[in-house]
């Protein structure tokens, strides 16, 4: 498997596979996910936070091609 290095990525350190279940073990993100951001967001996201984002997501992806 190809490592890929970069800030915007979080690494995977192993994966369990049961007949049941699939664990994947990740470092800590310890400001939380995306995900939770959007969620607990009570006024939404502010614009230039969107766009670091944005740009944040687009370097991600383009260590991945």
């Known amino acids: 498997s190809t490592k ?3 800030e915007f990525i979080i690494n ?7 007949n049941s279940f699939c664990f994947i073990v990740t470092e800590l993100c310890e400001d939380g996910d995306l ?4 969620q607990f ?3 939404g996201l502010q614009e230039n936070l969107v766009v ?3 740009q944040n997501l687009s ?3 383009l260590k991945m091609k």
């Open 52 to 54: 670091r984002l944005g």
């Open 12 to 18: 995977i350190f192993d994966v369990y596979d049961t």
């Open 4 to 6: 890929i290095q970069s």
């Open 59 to 61: 370097q991600a992806l």
């Open 35 to 38: 995900f939770k951001l959007i």
């Open 41 to 43: 967001s009570r006024t």
